[in-house]
């Protein structure tokens, strides 16, 4: 092949055939038959099939940012330990998933069609809450890849996460209780039985210091919440005892650990709880002694609003899912009309100036 003399976008093959050749601002050689062997043919063809392209948003006047998907990760990561809480649990053991199915790509490389690939392999492989999860953290990776102007479209935007039934929420039985935690070592069943009591989430129990222990007006204070709010939790006698009685023998310093490791740093897991719950042959994860606060909570009768406050949930449908434990409030509330004064003489009333229609629509009522 030779290149026209005067435009080095054409070059011509061994049979006359001119071709483009030049390379676009992604950095990618675009060759495509020009089907004539007239030079100037041939560049009046280039030149319209670049500007179209650009008037088309093909091409970008701006050379854009050439980019793999692993540097992109690693600047995430690095924001995400700055700006979020969610650096540990979320963005990292995820991204480390997603590696695994992109390293190596270009972000431009990854169309809608690598991103589906992708949704389905984690599915397969792993779970599809899994997958759901993964889907969030790459559209906001590419969100932020536009944000730095690496690229201009999210390849994410409109994938559909899938559908995953929900798991019901139930409390757990005194007898399962009581067998958890007799498999529980010492430290672990005070940690278990805070949580039964106080509805904390595994991050603020195992994070608790005695600086948000307040034993005289019996509250734990926790200013460090998934929601960003200061949420008071009253203790229940037995968590005023055991956090009385912990203090007192110790006499721990404000800043010190409520539950330290052999280092006086805080626990970063709860494996001696899955070993007991494994034990005692229970079916229940850590999370689930936080349901199971609300759960009782609500079936005591205790008002959502009130549950969400303990909770610390941002937003009252989180709640909701405690409401099916609460069967007498539809019937209470139906109790109520039932015994509403004006009903009571609007239905004596009906009945006083015809009782004939009355007793027929009365018969009616049960025939249907």
Known sequence: MKTAVNNPNLIQNKYGIWISSFTDPAGIRVRRSLRTRDIKLAAMKVSKMMIEAYEKGHFDLK??????FSELA???????????KRYKKVYLPTIKTLMKHLNGKMLCE???GVVLDVQTQIKQDVSEVNSNNAMVVLK???????????????????????????RKVRPLEAEEKEKLLSFCPGYMKEIVLVALHSGMRKSEILGLKWDNVDLFRKLVILDKTKSNRIREIPMSSDVYNLLFVKYQEKKL??????????DNEPYRDVAAFRKAAKLAGVQCRFHDLRHDFGSQLVSKGVDLNTVRELLGHAQLDTTQIYLHLAPNQKRDAIAKLE????????LKSNQSKDPQSSTALHGRVLAE
């Open 140 to 166: 906001r990776m590419f969100n932020l890849a536009i944000e730095w102007e690496y690229i201009d479209a999210n390849p994410v935007k409109g994938i559909k996460l899938y559908r995953v039934q929900k």
């Open 74 to 84: 690693d600047k995430v990561l690095v924001y995400a330990k700055d700006k979020t």
């Open 339 to 346: 015994n509403h004064p004006a009903e009571d003489i609007d």
């Open 63 to 68: 050379r854009p940012v050439r980019k793999h």
């Open 253 to 262: 310093a404000r800043e010190d650990y409520v539950f330290p490791n052999a």
């Open 110 to 112: 990854i169309t809608k």
